[in-house]
């Protein structure tokens, strides 16, 4: 690796614009503000690293919720298709990837079909009809009540 020497001479300036002669450092003071002009040069370019860093943690979790809702609309795709196929309802449908809904989903079929279904009976939960009585009949179309 080599190494590239400043070659203006004496006293004028290279191109960053800083003198090119050398000075010996002969106190601690001249030590001290060397280093810590050196410090602030250093520091300077960081300024904004508490402010890049909070947008990109902004931008990661940005990210995984957006990655969070794409994986649910996939998963609430899937469970309407197994469900339409299946004849199952959707809701009942359990599992991360569609073979493993579509498994379910063929579960659920069988067992629904294998189910005995319940006698169903002619107007169960209507009430009875009253028999009609012309005393009532009048005494309720002389009070309005109907």
């Not at 060397?34 to 947008?55: N, P, V």
């Not at 294998?114 to 169903?120: G, I, L, Q």
Request: proline share 5%; aromatic share 4%; hydrophobic share 30%.
């Amino acid at each position: 690796m080599s190494e590239t020497t400043d070659t203006a001479p004496a006293g004028e300036q290279n191109t960053e614009g800083q003198h090119t002669d050398f000075e010996p450092i002969t106190s601690q003071e001249g030590l001290d503000k060397i280093i810590q002009s050196r410090l602030a040069r250093e520091r300077a370019k960081y300024q904004d690293y508490d402010e890049l860093k909070a947008k990109a943690e902004k931008f990661d979790s940005t990210e995984a919720e957006l990655s969070t809702l794409k994986a649910d609309k996939q998963l609430s795709e899937w469970k309407q298709q197994v469900s339409k196929d299946a004849g199952v309802p959707a809701d009942a449908l359990r599992g991360t990837t569609l073979e493993e809904l579509t498994a379910h989903g063929e579960v659920l079929k069988s067992l629904l079909k294998s189910r005995p279904t319940a006698p169903v009976v002619p107007d169960v939960g209507k009430q009875p009809e009253a028999k009609s009585d012309p005393t009532r009949d009048f005494v309720r179309e002389l009070f309005g009540k109907n």
